[in-house]
């Protein structure tokens, strides 16, 4: 059984859904420690001066954890984003498919990041046509940091091989102790698509959204590499 293992992201980039199609159970860490400067609350669309990039504004203490980041709801992030997706993708092919969720989304008010980031990646697997197991690193409550707690969760979840970005041998995965764990190791080879896009030159590495509402049905094909625009 191979397994891929990610944080939880607001609003995702395509690779993150490669990971999750190419496995049999995947495993999104919502209980590490926060990133500031990573992508667990923000992410880019496209807009007719190019990348925009979304920021959840937060209240995130020194040192926190992703389960206890909260929102600041007293900034209109929720009005910003769903303004800037609507006036740059209202026009795409697939706009309607997804505006009601996209629109029930920033009309709520989100106490905690994870609540809105695990709401709207359940959406997204489902609208994607994805069938792999999702399971959450808080429901396997497993100890360990580093290696060794990719490890236990693997366990934890009955997976027998790994499917890793190859960036992580370079910052925190350690093969051997894989092997020694008896743990196959698979890279991910990806190249992003290119598809049709509004406002110019094709851009790569946006999230999620920009694919969707450009493609719709195509677009897990496209992110798998099966088919080309």
Not at 67 to 90: C, F, G, L, M, S
Not at 173 to 188: K, P, R, S, V, Y
């Amino acid at each position: 059984m191979l397994c891929g293992i990610h944080q939880l992201h607001y609003l995702p980039w395509l690779r993150y859904f490669d990971k999750i199609a190419r496995t049999d159970v995947f495993i999104v860490l919502d209980s590490i420690q926060y990133n500031k400067n990573g992508w667990q609350n923000r992410n880019k669309i496209k807009s007719a001066n190019g990348p925009l990039l979304l920021t959840v504004p937060v209240h995130a203490p020194l040192g926190c954890t992703l389960d206890e980041v909260a929102i600041d709801n007293t900034q209109p992030w929720r009005q910003k984003h769903w303004a800037a997706i609507q006036q740059n993708y209202q026009r795409a092919p697939y706009f309607g498919n997804h505006e009601e969720f996209l629109k029930d989304v920033y009309v709520r008010e989100w106490r905690t990041l994870n609540e809105l980031n695990r709401h709207m990646l359940d959406y997204y697997v489902r609208a994607l046509g994805i069938q792999t197991r999702t399971v959450y690193s808080s429901e396997l409550d497993v100890p360990g940091i580093a290696t060794e707690r990719l490890i236990n969760l693997m366990r934890a979840a009955g997976a027998e091989a790994y499917y890793s970005g190859a960036y992580a041998l370079d910052r925190y995965l350690d093969a051997a102790q894989l092997e020694t764990a008896g743990i196959a190791l698979q890279l991910q080879e990806w190249r992003a698509p290119v598809y049709p896009q509004f406002h110019g030159p094709f851009v790569s590495d946006l999230c999620i959204v920009d694919l969707l509402m450009h493609c719709g049905p195509s677009s897990l094909d496209l992110i798998l590499g099966k088919v080309a625009v």
